[in-house]
């Protein structure tokens, strides 16, 4: 049996490192950090790694500084790509990041995450620059919204300096006036492009045009460490902050990929902070410092070499979580659709603490994108929050609210605007549950969506099909024959996953009625929170036409004059686009002779192509026909979009096509 070495560090009583200001307690800890990026980029050579890593060599002070001054049990990090030296200044294991990256089971994350994506209790890192600031601001505000006293600190590189997104966040950090440190690692160079051939004006002055608290430290200043704890308590104590540390990498980007001049490497391994901490100590203390150290991270390899390749998944088929229990009542009330999601709203608020609104023009007497949160803002201050024009840093914002136990809506005031936060959407909120165990994120996008307006090109699409395309999103698109209101209580309540949720702009004034519809039984699991309806005819329909959202109204008016025609149509209405409720659709369909899909979103993929397919592959043998739109922009006159949205010409066109060819 193999006897462990133990720790050369002392730890804290909540179990991570304890490092003080002196100089044994910097280097010991230090060189530790410097001991495990050399001994991946051994692993790297041996052909023992695969995909990359970014070391933090030479940046070891740098990216101990803020992390060890983080003293509070609440305390969050969130990291980026290079974030070695973050994650163990945090949590002390070194096995575990070692294993990770070689992609074995003692991993901390099984594998999964590689050197990249590591998550370990509050801290969270991912790849995407800028990502992680608009999840900082949502975890910041949680801490501010529980009393709690930890802060969030969002490490960044210089190179992050021209992503949109970060300046997002840190102006909503500071009108919110959040409990958040923005950490700029400015090392002036990206990957090999020089930041100061990329980066305009003063970044100090960044800072303090958001209002922002604002610092500059060098690394190597003899003070460095505690110059930061003392920004660590501004920011504990004022509010928001950025930081900006001064610091050299020794290492490459990524590997392999460093083109700078000899003689510029060499002026950097003269300033090396962690060196000249080193020759603070007598030579014998710090080669006894040394040779622990080694020992240590031998064993460490020793260990991550023996564990086996990582072979399970946090998410074996799908991160969707199953959803909660418990029955909600419904708050269907008399009038229109609008009435029904401003009543489901209320509720929410009213009956969960946790719930929070995010939106532009939120507040009285706007009432938020047509008008479906007026009342809300003076009912419950603090909790319907208006925010700036900001789609990715709101969302994020609530991305970063879910992770912390809230149950975020965050309103987009047009689904166009859903692409501006589709990275927030596509890595982040998507990918998390996936990669970290006993992380949800159980976020609801509301966003008004389609044409029939006049809008035009940018303010009329419906990119449901987009949005079916992400990975584990789910997508919801009711009617105005659905119970709306319990719909989007069931997406926020009981389903703890991430959720658009389309409202048709044209059913806001649409009354809300069942009419003559029932619920479709469900085969798929949960997909009773977001049923499908049917009308059914007196007998063997001649065909089935499946509609959902603002198309059916226009498919009820087009069935009745089929009617007429003694043409027997079924009427299937969806509400739950992805994940697909495939199994309940093809029990209910699969011997229909004809089946329509008529959509009014674009037909390159989403529920038409992803239904057409589930048909194919049961054995379908009956005709189906597609309609959508054409693959053109959405003209403004009405005279044009009426060429270009499926309307009664283009559906009969299509049932006739369907009736004739038998």
């Not at 050579?45 to 002070?61: A, F, P, R, V």
């Not at 790849?127 to 802060?151: E, P, W």
């Not at 165990?437 to 987009?466: K, W």
């Not at 899909?597 to 589930?614: L, M």
């Amino acid at each position: 049996m193999t006897t462990r070495l133990e720790s050369p560090f002392a730890r804290r009583v909540d179990g991570r490192p304890d490092i003080g200001l002196s100089p044994r307690d910097v280097y010991q800890f230090g060189h530790l950090i410097r001991q495990s990026e050399h001994l991946l980029l051994d692993l790297f050579t041996q052909g023992l790694l695969s995909g990359t890593t970014h070391t933090c060599l030479g940046q070891e002070l740098c990216q101990m500084s803020v992390v060890r001054a983080l003293t509070e049990h609440d305390d969050a990090v969130l990291s980026n790509h290079r974030n070695h030296g973050h994650f163990l200044t945090y949590s002390g294991n070194f096995l575990g990041l070692i294993a990770e990256i070689m992609g074995r089971e003692a991993g901390v994350n099984g594998g999964i995450g590689g050197s990249q994506h590591l998550a370990l209790h509050h801290f969270h890192s991912n790849g995407v620059q800028a990502g992680m600031t608009a999840l900082g601001v949502g975890q910041a505000m949680a801490r501010k919204l529980r009393g709690s006293k930890g802060i969030v600190a969002a490490v960044v590189g210089d190179g992050t300096l021209g992503e949109g997104l970060l300046y997002e966040s840190m102006n909503l950090a500071s009108i919110w006036m959040l409990p958040m440190l923005f950490v700029l690692e400015h090392n002036g160079i990206a990957q090999t492009t020089l930041t100061a051939s990329t980066i305009g004006g003063s970044i100090e002055a960044r800072g303090l045009a958001f209002g922002l608290q604002t610092w500059r430290i060098d690394d190597a200043d003899p003070d460095f460490l505690a110059d930061v704890e003392g920004v660590v308590a501004a920011v504990r104590k004022n509010g928001p902050g950025l930081l900006i540390i001064d610091t050299k990498r020794l290492g490459p980007h990524s590997k392999g990929d460093d083109l700078r001049e000899l003689i510029e490497m060499d002026a950097i391994r003269l300033r090396d902070p962690l060196v000249r901490v080193g020759a603070r100590l007598p030579a014998n203390e710090r080669e006894d410092i040394e040779d622990q150290n080694r020992a240590f991270m031998a064993d460490i390899r020793a260990q991550a070499e023996a564990s086996p390749d990582a072979w399970e998944l946090v998410a074996p088929t799908t991160i969707l979580r199953p959803a909660l229990a418990g029955e909600l009542a419904s708050p269907r009330v008399k009038g229109n659709v609008r009435a029904q999601l401003n009543a489901a709203l209320h509720q929410l608020l009213d009956e969960d603490p946790d719930v929070i609104l995010l939106g532009e023009d939120m507040h009285e007497p706007y009432g938020g994108a047509f008008k479906v949160t007026q009342g809300l803002s003076a009912k419950y201050p603090g909790r319907v929050i208006s925010t700036p024009i900001s789609e990715a840093g709101i969302v994020g914002a609530g991305i970063g609210l879910a992770m912390s136990g809230f149950k975020p809506v965050v309103e987009l005031m047009f689904a166009d605007f859903v692409t501006l936060a589709m990275d927030q959407i596509y890595n982040h909120a998507v990918k998390f549950p996936g990669m970290f165990r006993d992380v949800e994120v159980p976020i609801v996008l509301r966003t008004p969506s389609g044409a029939r307006r006049g809008y035009g090109p940018t303010h009329s699409q419906s990119p449901e099909n987009l949005m079916s395309a992400v990975p584990g999103l789910t997508v919801v698109y009711p009617s105005h024959r659905h119970d709306v209101g319990l719909l989007l209580k069931n997406a926020v309540v009981r389903w703890p996953n991430p959720t658009v949720f389309f409202e048709h702009k044209l059913l806001y004034g649409v009354a809300a009625d069942a009419g003559t519809y029932e619920i479709l039984p469900s085969a798929d699991v949960g997909t009773d929170l977001f049923p499908t309806l049917v009308r059914r005819t007196d007998g063997e329909p001649d065909v089935t036409i499946l509609a959902y959202g603002g198309m059916l109204p226009f498919v009820e008016e087009f069935v009745d004059e089929l009617r007429t025609e003694e043409v027997a149509v079924e009427i299937v209405v969806p509400s739950l686009l992805s994940p697909i409720p495939a199994r309940s659709l093809i029990t209910h369909l699969l011997q229909r002779a004809r089946i329509a899909v008529f959509e009014e979103g674009y037909g390159e993929a989403g529920f038409g192509v992803s239904f057409g397919s589930a048909l194919a592959e049961a054995g379908y043998r009956g005709r189906f026909r597609r309609l959508n739109p054409p693959s053109v922009p959405i003209p403004a006159a009405r005279s044009l979009e009426h060429l270009v949205i499926p309307e009664r010409r283009q559906m009969m066109a299509a049932i006739v096509d369907l009736l004739s060819n038998s």
